[in-house]
């Protein structure tokens, strides 16, 4: 028999073997039972009535633990630095991802396990002297004790450091690596287009090196929406060159929409905030390496025969819980499905994780490199882009990113950490085709460039305070300091020398964060916060803004059911001066500093409901009411012909002779346009199954001017639907895993939006007929189309030939249309079949 500690106290426990012990097993099945101290209050006392095992080597050393609020993946890994022991297990035994909260002092390792595994079917099991596996256990009752929950899990995003899903006021979807891996070379945009409600990526060609949004909840700009973009709490420089990633380095994304983010996250967060969470876990001497190559051909109307596709990688991860380390490296492209068209791509990333028993410290680098050829869309039938042709020069981007987070717990009340980032992009002759007319000024055709430097520092304490099981308290404070600097540089086909244009920036940002959230029960939970940022870019009259934000939730759980109530208000701005604008945009005559501009803003309200059975059927519901104002669109103007000057005031006289390209005197500059509402519904539903599941996203949007500004002369009236913004997006996803088999399917739609009908426009461009004055303004209205929508369809399906290989057919595009999406010029690869082989070693 055992007997009792001999002394016991809130500090230390001390445990005397007695002449017989119990099988290890059922020792441990009745410690994970005993009712005396759990992982889900913070005020657990380690005095407690029960007989205890005598525990073997290494499961009686003795180890300490505070925390509330972390994830049972970080609370495991910090008992394995503190007892200095091996730990094992695997993601598909245990809810690593839920949060956990317990506070004990110098009891056995085996004890602490007990008490952070309870109501999981996993039993801690000695392998040796300095080794613990985690096994499988079919124990009755033991799985039975907690109730796995969706928003119990730890998230990142909504807070500075990390927390519980559970208090967030805003509606968060999260996105697995798992899922992204069945994309074709870890398509991001399209992931998120399939997977998160009211978030819409124009599927766009591979020649083209930036993501293309056309909805995040409507509109918050023309040509440049985009969320706020963070890899592993570094923030990006340039979101829009986020189009792919490597799946097997990929833990989580997580994404709000709205600006309610923008009091945490500030300038240019109005649509919302995206923050890819890498894995950072080791191999714990289990196969560390995974090989991937997919070999296929995609056709298309336009060349003779189908070009080829590559995409291979090689990913290494090695190292414990307590120390990990990984390399990946990621190539791939396709070959010519247009006359002269290609794109290649190269990804290399590496990260390490060390954990002590009061510090996770994580560093992440990453460098991304494509080259691609653009040549002039085949369906432009009066071959207006003749000035192109040979002089297709490829487009290049590189982009990298390095940075680390350090993570203090210096007690079960407080957390500190800091966040060192830097993220920089160079891009080199982007062909530009978000203008109405064929190119960005005639004859001066050319392509924009530019590169784009941001170094930041991220300074956050978090206090948790009073018991969250009756009121609690969660304070953040944060601060934040960071130096963008970007270079324009417009590389032309005429005589003058580009570098006359180039553009230099230099902005720097300071800021503050306090947030408050107010818990009650764990049932209750207010939200409010404020960030005041100084940010030179904003202008020199209003450098400064205050970023609000306040929500509310109610929670409620009826055995596995949960339901959740939110509403949340937030506002966000973003300057008229940014990366994208300045290095994306060719502009050659600099229009963009022609004009006073106002920073771009956007608030409003989300109201919704989440409901939740276990982690088996999800459904979130939400209603979005958005105000944007200031938002900047280029607006064509006809300029002055210098070599027959027109009137004083800048105004192009039309010239006697017939008009052809070279004569066309159209240019751009940016002006803020008005007053724009988004308003719309978003929803989203799951089901997990053992070997099935479900998911499906529908939203409606309706993004209309409000008012427009004065002296505005574009083409926009009040009344009118946003350009490029769908008025539906929907889609619906099915996986199933069985007997070594995956499939995968999925379909997703967009529907009845206006754009530009840019093949009327290129022909009327190139028209002898047509004058300056009809091709501007208020005239383009004329060249308006509504487009009636497009599906999108991919599957694959795999096939485990034995362990640790695979084999896997893809299918992308599988319903052949080429054109269509978002106007009537863009063409992308018809059908693509691909075949796949993927080695665990």
Request: aromatic share 6%; proline share 5%.
């Amino acid at each position: 028999m055992l007997r009792r500690p001999e002394a016991a106290s809130s500090s230390r426990i001390v445990f005397r073997r007695a002449r017989a012990s119990w099988p290890l097993a059922l020792c441990l099945s009745a410690l994970l039972l005993t009712p005396a101290l759990h992982a889900q209050s913070c005020t657990v006392s380690t005095d407690f009535d029960a007989s205890l095992p005598a525990w073997n080597t290494p499961l009686d050393r003795v180890v300490s633990l505070h925390a509330r609020d972390i994830s049972l993946r970080d609370a495991l890994d910090r008992l394995s630095s503190d007892a200095r022991v091996k730990l094992s297990y695997t993601s598909e035994t245990l809810p690593l991802d839920s949060r956990i909260c317990a506070s004990f002092d110098s009891i056995p390792l085996g004890q602490a396990l007990g008490v952070l595994l309870r109501g999981t079917a996993v039993l801690p099991v000695s392998a040796g002297s300095e080794h613990v596996v985690l096994m499988p256990s079919q124990t009755p009752g033991a799985s039975e004790q907690r109730v796995p929950r969706t928003l119990d899990r730890v998230v990142v995003t909504g807070n500075t450091i990390g927390g519980s899903a559970r208090p967030l006021t805003v509606a968060m979807n999260v996105v697995s690596g798992a899922q992204l891996s069945r994309y074709a070379e870890g398509n991001l945009t399209q992931a998120l287009s399939d997977l998160v409600p009211g978030l819409w990526v124009w599927q766009s060609a591979p020649t083209s090196p930036l993501a293309h949004y056309g909805s995040i909840r409507g509109t918050s700009s023309f040509g440049a929406s985009y969320p706020k973009v963070y890899v592993d709490g570094i923030e990006l420089a340039n979101p829009l060159l986020v189009t792919q990633f490597t799946p097997e380095t990929i833990d989580r994304i997580e994404v709000i929409r709205g600006p309610q983010g923008a009091a945490l996250y500030g300038t240019d967060a109005i649509s919302g905030v995206i923050n890819i969470v890498t894995r950072h876990d080791g191999s714990n001497g289990g196969p560390g390496t995974t090989v991937r190559s997919a070999v296929g051909a995609a056709s298309s109307s336009y060349v003779p025969r189908a070009a080829i596709t590559q995409d291979h990688a090689v990913t290494v991860r090695e190292g414990s819980n307590a120390q990990s380390g990984s390399v990946s490296f990621t190539s791939g492209g396709v070959g010519e499905y247009l006359p002269g068209a290609f794109a290649r791509h190269t990804t290399g990333s590496a990260g390490f994780r060390v954990v002590r028993s009061n510090l996770i410290a994580t560093a992440t680098a990453r460098i991304f490199a494509s080259e691609s050829a653009d040549p002039t869309s085949p369906l432009f039938r009066d071959s207006v882009s003749a000035a192109r042709a040979g002089l297709i020069v490829p487009q290049s981007v590189q982009e990298y990113t390095v940075g680390g987070t350090a993570t203090v717990i210096g007690n079960d009340r407080w957390t500190h950490s800091v966040v060192v980032g830097f993220d920089g992009s160079r891009l080199s002759n982007l062909a530009d085709y978000h203008t109405p007319l064929p190119s960005a000024s005639a004859p001066d055709l050319g392509n924009a460039g530019g590169n784009a430097n941001l170094a930041s520092l991220r300074l956050s304490s978090v206090a948790k305070l009073g018991d969250p099981d009756n009121l609690s308290t969660t304070l953040t404070f944060a601060a934040e300091n960071s130096m963008l600097d970007f270079r324009a540089q417009p590389e032309t086909a005429s005589a003058q020398p580009p570098a006359a244009f180039s553009t230099v920036v230099r902005r720097w940002t300071t800021a503050g964060v306090a947030q408050a959230n107010l818990g009650w029960r764990d049932a209750g939970y207010i939200t409010t916060g404020l960030r005041l940022e100084r940010n030179e870019a904003l202008g020199n009259s209003a450098t400064v803004s205050v970023l609000p934000m306040v929500g509310v939730a109610s929670l409620r759980d009826f055995g596995p059911l949960t339901v959740k109530l939110r509403s949340a208000y937030g506002r966000g701005i973003r300057p008229a001066m940014t990366p994208i604008r300045e290095t994306a945009w060719f502009d050659p005559r600099r229009g963009a500093q022609l004009l006073d501009l106002e920073p771009e803003q956007q608030s409003g309200i989300e109201t919704g409901m989440d409901l939740f059975v276990g982690k088996t059927f999800g459904l979130q519901v939400t209603r979005f009411d958005q105000l944007a104002s200031g938002l900047i669109q280029r607006v064509a103007y006809v300029t002055a012909n210098q070599q027959n000057q027109g009137p004083s005031n800048g105004w192009y006289s039309p010239p006697t002779q017939p008009y052809s390209p070279e004569d066309r005197h159209i240019s751009y500059l940016l002006q803020n346009v008005g007053e724009i509402t988004n308003r719309g519904w978003e929803l989203k539903s799951d089901i997990n199954l053992r070997s099935l599941a479900l998911s499906g996203t529908l939203s409606t949007v309706d993004s209309r001017v409000r008012r427009v500004a004065r002296n505005y002369i574009g083409d926009l009236q009040v009344g009118d639907r946003m350009l490029e913004v769908p008025s539906r997006t929907g889609s619906l996803s099915a996986a199933w895993t069985g007997a070594g088999w995956t499939s995968f399917v999925v379909a997703s739609r967009s529907w009845n939006w206006i754009d530009y009908d840019r093949v009327a426009l290129a022909g009327a461009f190139s028209n002898s007929t047509q004058a300056d004055a009809q091709l501007v303004g208020q005239q383009l209205r004329n060249y308006w189309l509504q487009y009636s929508g497009v599906t999108r369809l991919r599957a694959s399906v795999g096939r485990t030939l034995f362990r640790g290989l695979s084999l896997t057919l893809s299918g992308e595009n599988l319903l052949n249309r080429q054109h269509g999406e978002p106007d009537n010029i863009t063409v992308v690869p018809g059908r693509t079949l691909s075949f796949g082989l993927r080695a665990i070693m």
